[in-house]
């Protein structure tokens, strides 16, 4: 759990401090931000916080059942 915790804190302070690199130079063509990848990227995390969200909760489901 400990580990899970980490991840989750260092995946959100990349994602935080992400977009203050990524900003247009002088329009979409010479842009060095990819907004598919970046998209991409935050719709892996949140998928991925989602399902260790529904874990959690079914894991808390099974030990209150088996009291």
């Known amino acids: ?3 899970l915790k980490f991840l989750l804190a260092v995946g ?4 935080a401090t992400s977009p203050l690199y990524l ?4 329009g979409c ?5 990819n907004p598919t990848a970046v998209l ?5 995390v949140a998928a ?7 874990r ?3 894991g808390k489901a099974e030990r209150k059942e088996n009291r």
């Not at 991409?40 to 892996?44: E, P, R, T």
């Not at 991925?48 to 529904?54: K, P, Q, S």
């Open 1 to 3: 759990m400990k580990r």
């Open 40 to 44: 991409a990227l935050l719709g892996s």
């Open 29 to 33: 063509e010479d842009s060095p931000e």
């Open 48 to 54: 991925c916080g989602e399902y260790a969200r529904r």
């Open 12 to 15: 959100t302070l990349l994602i």
């Open 56 to 58: 959690f909760l079914a």
């Open 23 to 26: 900003h247009a130079q002088t």
